[in-house]
């Protein structure tokens, strides 16, 4: 996968998101379409528009760094292996430890914590889970994975489909892209 089109998935999961710069449903309709629609000009236009607020976090991913798509199975196993970004929040759910299971496990007592999350736990319940641009890097050549985005959507999951055993809402597996520092060994790519 190319480092493009990695930016166009990720920028697609954000559209909607606090992260991108405009608030505007109109602006945000036309930038998913461009970013979904077949001409080149125009997705490059939309990954524009979300690199104005996102773009110095996407460049400091190291350089070198090979683009995968992946699959990611809802399991305990695998979802022992992700960290969340090390944002103030996700320090506080996680107890400061930015593994993705200590934090989803403070959200589960009370998901309202974080209304996103909480939003993304009933579109799962009500089969309406969008799961696109959700982006892993490597550490390792087998894990643990830092989650760049999707870090809500992931802790969702987890609440939901682990946590509160509810798997008939989930699916068993994820597409994700999957980011391997140079160096790294093959581990789980498709």
């Known amino acids: 996968m190319t480092y493009r089109e990695m930016t166009r998935r990720w920028a697609i999961g954000e559209v909607k998101s606090e992260f991108f710069y405009r608030r505007d449903k109109a602006y945000q309709q036309d930038t998913l379409r461009i970013l979904t629609c077949g001409n080149q000009d125009d997705k490059s236009e939309g990954i524009r528009r979300h690199q104005i607020t996102r773009g110095p976090y996407i460049s400091s991913i190291p350089p070198g760094t090979t683009w995968y798509l992946s699959k990611l199975s809802v399991t305990e196993e695998e979802f022992a292996k992700l960290y969340t970004d090390k944002s103030p929040g996700w320090k506080r759910y996680s107890g400061g430890t930015f593994r993705l299971s200590d934090a989803a496990t403070f959200l589960r007592e009370d998901p309202s914590q974080d209304l996103r999350i909480a939003g993304m736990i009933s579109e799962l319940q009500n089969r309406r889970f969008e799961p696109i641009g959700i982006t892993l ?54």
């Open 137 to 190: 890097i490597e550490e390792n050549s087998d894990g643990p994975y830092t989650i760049l985005e999707g870090n809500g959507r992931l802790a969702a999951v987890y609440v939901r489909c682990l946590l509160q055993d509810r798997k008939s809402d989930c699916p068993s597996e994820l597409e994700v892209v999957l980011g391997r520092k140079a160096n790294l060994a093959p581990a789980w790519a498709l």
